[in-house]
C-alpha cells in the first residue's frame, strides 16, 4: 500500500477513534482463578529482542521492577486496599502479579508521541514528555498531578531524595500552572539531566592540523575550522544545523550565547512571550546565516556557499561516515555510551562574542495519564516511575554496563559511586568536565505555553534570512545588515505574540466573526446547490431525455438495492458520519482529554485572517499546477511511444512500472540522497557538466514540437486547444530557461544585465551546484520530481488500456486520407481518449492538494518556501493540538475543490465502459 494511502488510512482510524471515544480505559486489573494481575502500559519500554549493552541494562531494570512489585505492594498498599474495597475494588490483592507492556498504537511522523492511542482509548499509562511539548500535555489535561495529599506519591518522598533526583533548573518546566489554574508537579525526570555539547569528528580535524576544541573555543574558532573542514568535492561540510520547521532549535545556542533569549514569562499578564526581536538576537542571526550562506571559492574556482550540512535525514548519516566535522547534540548524565570515544570528541559550546556559553538543558520525563480509573493502576505506575530513575536502578545499569565491556561509557562520578573505581581511569579524559560545564552554563530548552510554535515563528526570519543571502541582498555594510536582520527578527516577533497570546480588539473580533458568517453562508449555499447538481446528475433519465416517473423504481431493483446495503451502511458508517461530527469540532475549542468548549465562528474567522493559511493556500495553488504541467502529460506521451513500439513493449512496460512498487517513502528518501547539495549528488552530477545551449535547444524543441500541435488545430477550426497546446509550449520553454537561469544570470546581475552576454555564455558550465532542497526556486519542483518518476509508469497503463480500445478502422481511415502520425495523434488519439484524460485531469488536480503533505514532509518539512495546506493542517492538528482550527481549514480546502469533484462525477456518468480488445 502506498504511503499516502496508509496515511489516509491511519487518518481515518484516528478520527473515528477521536470521535467515538467518550472515554478512554488505560491499564487494567485482571481477576484469575488464583490471582491478580495489574497490567500497566508504557511508552520504549525495552526488550530482550534487542542485545545491545545499554538496551539490556535497561531490560534488567524492568524484569528488577517487576519481580519486585509484589513484596512492595504488600509493604505498601495491601492493607489499605483490603480496607476500602470500594474505593480500590474487590480483588485477590493477596495474590498480585504485574505484567507491562509496551505502549502500542500508530505512530507517525510529525505526531506528538502517544497522540493517537489517547485518542482511541489505548494511551499509555505511563507517558514520555519532554520540555517542548510538555505544556501541551498539560493544558490538554493528558497528565495527572503527583503531588496530591491524599495519593502519597511526590507529597510522601523525603526532601533529600527529591532534591537527589531533580536538578534545580528542571523544577519549573515540571512543577506549574495546569488547566484549572492550580499548580502541580506533573512529570517525573528519568535517565538523568542532558546537557547540550560540541561533538567533533578526530580524524577530520588531524587531517587539517586543527587543534581540538576546548572550554576556551569561540565562535570564530569553530567558524574557521568549519571553513577549514568543509571540502564540497568530497561531500565533507565542517558544522551540521538543520532544516524545516523547527530549524530555530539549531540556532537557539547561538542566540543565548549572545545573551538574547527566546521567550520568557510575564508575571504582570501571566503570559509567556517571544522575545527574539532584539540586538542580540540580530548579531545571533548573522553568524549563523554567515555559517550557512558564505559565499566563497574553490581550488577549482568553483563557487560554494556556507560551511553547513542541512538536510537532517541524509546529514545525521553523514555524520555516521565521518563526512561532517562538527555538530551540536545532548549528552546524558549517566551514560556517554552513543559516543565512541576514539573517533568522537566532546567539547562544551563555544563562547559567544559575549563571553557566554549558550548551553542547553533537557531531560527526558514521564508523566501519568490522567485517563486511568484504576487508582491500583495508577499506583503501580507510579512505583515504576519512581523505580526507574532510582538509584538502585542506576546501580543496576552501571553493573551492567560495566559486565559488558562498556564500563568506560558511564559517568565517573557513578562508577565511583558504586564500587567501580578501577575503571574511573579508563573514562575518556575531560569527558566529565565537559559535561559539567554544559549543565552550568545551560537553560532549559523553551517550555512555556506555545514553546512548539515559537519554534516556528522563530524559523520564519533564519530562513528568510539564508535566502536573501544567497540572493545577495543582504546589505554589506555590517551595522545596516545588523539592523536589517533585527527589523527581520522585530516583525516577525511581533507576529508571534500576536498569535500566542491571542490579544486583538473588539472591532477586529467583531471584523472576523462576521467574515466568518458570510463565509460560512456561502459554504452552506454553494454546497447545497452542487448537492443538488450531484443528485440531478445521478437521477435516472429515460432514453429520450425526459424525467422518470418513478426514476429508482425500488420495486424492480429491489436485489440489487439489498445488495448495496452492506456497501452504502460502511461508507456512511466510516466517512459521513465522522464527517459530520468532526465538522462540530471546527466550532470547538477541542479537546482529546477534558472538556471542549464552543467558540463558534472564531476558528474560522481566525483562519480567514490568517496570512499563514492563505500563504500555504497559495503553495498549494504552486503545487498543483507543477503536478499538472510535469506529470499529467508525461504518461500519456509515454502510453502513446509505448503503443508504437514493434517489439519489447511488455519489456518497457516493466521497466517503466519498477518505480512504483517501491514504497512512497523509500522513493523520498532515495530522492532525498540524489538532491545532495554538493557535487556528490546524482542531480549536481548530471547538471553541472550540461551547458546553457543544451536548455535552450531542449526548450526550442518542446516549443515548435507544442506550436506545431497548435497550428494543427488551429488549422481544422479547435482554436481553443490550439491556443491551450501554445500555452504549454511556452510553459515548457520558460521551465527549461528557469534551469539555466545560474548559468546565464549570474550573482547580482538582472536580467537585463545578462542580455547583452547571453550569447558567450551559451555553451558555459554552471558554476556552482545547486541546493535543490534549499532553495525556493527549485524546492517545490524537487518535491514533485519522485512522483513524477514513480507515478509515470503506472499512470501510462491506463492510457495504454484505453488505446486498446480504439478501433483499427479509424488508423486505416486516416491513412488513407493522407494523415500523419501528428494528425492521428491530434484527430484520433486525442478526441477518443477526451473524457478519460479530462477524468484524470480533474483527479489529478484534487489529489494534488490532498497528497502534497506526504512528498513535503518527508522531502523538506515546509521549509524553503514549500508549507502546502494539507501539511499546514498535518501541523496545526497534531504538533499543536489544534483540533478546531485544522478542522475548518480541511472544509475551507473542501469547500475551494468541491466543484472540480462534482465536475468529475458529472463526466463520469456520461462514460460508458466497454472491454478492450486484446
Request: proline share 5%; with cysteine; glycine share 8%.
Amino acid at each position: 500500500m502506498k504511503r499516502s494511502r496508509l496515511d489516509k488510512f491511519y487518518f481515518i482510524v484516528f478520527f473515528c477513534c477521536l470521535l467515538f471515544t467518550e472515554k478512554v480505559f488505560p491499564g487494567t486489573i485482571e481477576d484469575c482463578p488464583d490471582k491478580t494481575i495489574i497490567h500497566l502500559t508504557a511508552f520504549g519500554l525495552p526488550t530482550p529482542t534487542k542485545t545491545n549493552t545499554a538496551e539490556r541494562a535497561e531490560y534488567q531494570c524492568l524484569l528488577k521492577f517487576i519481580d519486585d512489585f509484589p513484596r512492595l505492594f504488600e509493604k505498601k498498599y495491601r492493607a489499605k486496599y483490603e480496607a476500602n474495597p470500594e474505593k480500590y475494588g474487590r480483588h485477590n490483592w493477596k495474590n498480585l502479579e504485574l505484567q507491562m507492556r509496551p505502549a502500542t498504537g500508530i505512530q507517525m511522523e510529525g505526531v506528538e508521541t502517544d497522540l493517537l492511542a489517547i485518542a482511541g482509548g489505548m494511551s499509555p499509562d505511563i507517558l514520555y514528555i519532554n520540555f517542548r511539548k510538555s505544556d501541551n500535555y498539560i493544558r490538554n489535561n493528558f497528565l495527572y498531578p503527583l503531588d496530591k495529599p491524599e495519593d502519597g506519591y511526590f507529597s510522601a518522598m523525603p526532601e533529600e531524595e527529591i532534591n537527589a533526583r531533580i536538578y534545580p533548573a528542571i523544577w519549573p518546566v515540571i512543577k506549574r500552572e495546569g488547566p484549572n489554574g492550580e499548580e502541580h508537579i506533573w512529570a517525573m525526570p528519568y535517565g538523568g539531566i542532558l546537557g547540550k555539547v560540541l561533538f567533533y569528528r578526530k580524524e577530520l580535524f588531524d587531517e587539517r592540523n586543527i587543534p581540538y576544541p576546548d572550554d576556551k573555543w569561540t565562535w570564530n574558532d569553530m567558524f574557521l575550522a568549519a571553513k577549514k573542514i568543509t571540502d564540497p568535492p568530497k561531500g565533507i561540510y565542517g558544522i551540521l544545523l538543520g532544516r524545516g520547521k523547527h530549524e530555530s532549535w539549531y540556532w537557539c545556542s547561538y542566540l543565548w550565547s549572545a545573551g538574547g533569549e527566546c521567550m520568557e514569562y510575564d508575571k504582570t499578564s501571566k503570559k509567556w512571550k517571544c522575545v527574539f526581536g532584539s540586538r542580540q538576537a540580530a548579531v545571533a542571526l548573522d553568524f549563523y546565516t554567515k555559517l550557512c550562506t558564505e559565499t566563497w571559492t574553490d581550488s577549482k574556482g568553483v563557487v560554494r556557499h556556507g560551511y553547513s550540512s542541512k538536510d537532517a535525514g541524509e546529514s545525521h548519516n553523514k555524520w555516521d561516515r565521518g563526512e561532517i566535522g562538527m555538530m551540536d547534540g545532548y549528552i546524558d548524565e549517566k551514560l556517554f555510551a552513543n559516543i565512541n570515544p576514539d573517533l568522537v570528541g566532546m567539547a562544551p559550546l563555544p563562547l559567544g562574542p559575549t563571553g557566554k556559553r549558550g548551553g542547553e538543558i533537557n531531560s527526558r520525563m514521564m508523566g501519568l495519564f490522567s485517563g486511568i480509573k484504576d487508582v491500583a493502576v495508577r499506583d503501580a505506575a507510579w512505583e515504576y516511575l519512581k523505580f526507574i530513575s532510582s538509584m538502585e536502578a542506576e546501580k543496576i545499569r552501571t553493573k551492567v554496563m560495566v559486565e559488558g565491556g562498556l564500563g568506560r561509557f558511564v559517568n565517573p562520578k557513578y562508577l565511583t559511586m558504586f564500587g567501580y573505581p578501577e575503571i574511573v581511569r579508563m573514562s575518556p579524559k575531560g569527558w566529565a568536565e565537559v559535561f559539567d560545564i554544559a549543565i552550568k552554563s545551560g537553560r532549559p530548552e523553551p517550555y512555556g505555553k506555545n514553546s512548539n510554535f515559537a519554534y516556528d515563528m522563530m524559523t520564519v526570519p533564519i530562513q528568510k534570512a539564508e535566502e536573501l543571502a544567497l540572493a545577495g541582498k543582504l546589505p554589506e555594510n555590517d551595522e545596516e545588515r545588523l539592523k536589517f536582520l533585527q527589523n527581520l527578527l522585530e516583525e516577525q516577533n511581533k507576529r508571534a505574540n500576536e498569535v500566542m497570546i491571542g490579544e486583538i480588539t473588539p472591532r477586529e473580533k467583531s471584523l472576523r466573526r462576521g467574515s466568518a458568517l458570510l463565509f460560512l453562508t456561502a459554504i452552506i449555499v454553494a454546497f447545497t446547490i452542487l448537492f443538488r447538481k450531484i443528485i440531478k446528475i445521478f437521477t435516472p433519465v429515460a432514453a429520450s431525455g425526459e424525467g422518470l416517473s418513478n426514476p429508482w423504481d425500488i420495486k424492480k431493483y429491489k436485489w440489487a438495492y439489498i445488495i448495496l446495503v452492506p456497501a452504502a451502511l460502511s461508507v456512511l458508517l466510516w466517512q459521513y458520519i465522522p464527517l459530520a461530527r468532526g465538522s462540530i469540532m471546527a466550532f470547538m475549542d477541542y479537546k482529546i482529554v477534558g472538556k471542549s468548549s464552543f467558540v463558534w465562528l472564531d476558528n474560522l474567522g481566525d483562519i480567514l485572517f490568517d496570512a499563514y493559511w492563505w500563504a500555504a493556500i497559495w503553495n498549494s495553488l504552486r503545487y498543483s499546477f507543477l503536478v499538472i504541467a510535469m506529470t499529467f502529460i508525461p504518461p500519456i506521451i509515454l502510453a502513446i511511444l509505448l503503443q508504437e513500439i514493434p517489439k519489447g513493449s511488455l519489456l518497457f512496460r516493466i521497466i517503466f512500472y519498477l518505480p512504483a512498487i517501491n514504497t512512497g517513502i523509500v522513493t523520498l528518501l532515495l530522492w532525498k540522497q540524489f538532491y545532495e547539495p554538493s557535487e556528490k549528488g546524482m542531480l549536481n552530477m548530471v547538471f553541472l557538466n550540461i551547458p546553457g545551449v543544451v536548455y535552450v535547444l531542449a526548450g526550442l524543441f518542446l516549443l515548435i514540437l507544442m506550436f506545431a500541435f497548435a497550428r494543427r488545430l488551429a488549422l481544422n477550426d479547435m482554436y481553443f486547444s490550439a491556443v491551450c497546446f501554445a500555452l504549454v509550449g511556452i510553459m515548457l520553454f520558460t521551465a527549461c530557461l528557469s534551469l539555466a537561469a545560474p548559468i546565464f544570470i549570474l550573482k547580482d546581475e538582472t536580467f537585463f544585465d545578462a542580455i547583452p552576454k547571453f550569447a558567450e555564455r551559451l555553451f558555459s558550465m554552471p558554476g556552482e551546484s545547486r541546493r535543490w532542497l534549499g532553495d525556493p526556486r527549485t524546492a517545490l519542483v524537487a518535491c514533485i520530481i519522485p512522483a513524477l518518476w514513480a507515478g509515470m509508469g503506472p499512470g501510462c497503463l491506463i492510457y495504454l488500456a484505453a488505446l486498446k480500445g480504439i478501433p483499427e478502422d479509424y488508423y486505416e481511415a486516416a491513412d488513407m486520407d493522407g494523415a500523419n502520425t501528428l494528425d492521428k495523434i491530434l484527430f484520433i488519439v486525442f478526441p477518443m481518449l477526451k473524457a478519460l484524460i479530462v477524468i484524470n485531469f480533474v483527479g489529478v488536480f484534487i489529489n494534488s492538494w490532498y497528497s502534497s503533505a506526504d512528498n513535503v514532509l518527508a522531502l523538506t518539512g515546509g521549509s524553503a518556501g514549500t508549507e502546502v495546506a494539507g501539511l499546514h493542517i498535518w501541523y496545526k492538528a497534531f504538533t499543536f493540538l489544534n483540533f478546531g482550527q485544522a478542522t475548518a481549514m480541511a472544509w475551507m480546502l473542501g469547500f475551494m475543490l468541491i466543484g472540480f469533484t462534482v465536475y468529475q462525477l458529472q463526466m463520469l456518468s456520461k462514460i460508458e465502459f466497454k472491454t478492450a480488445k486484446r
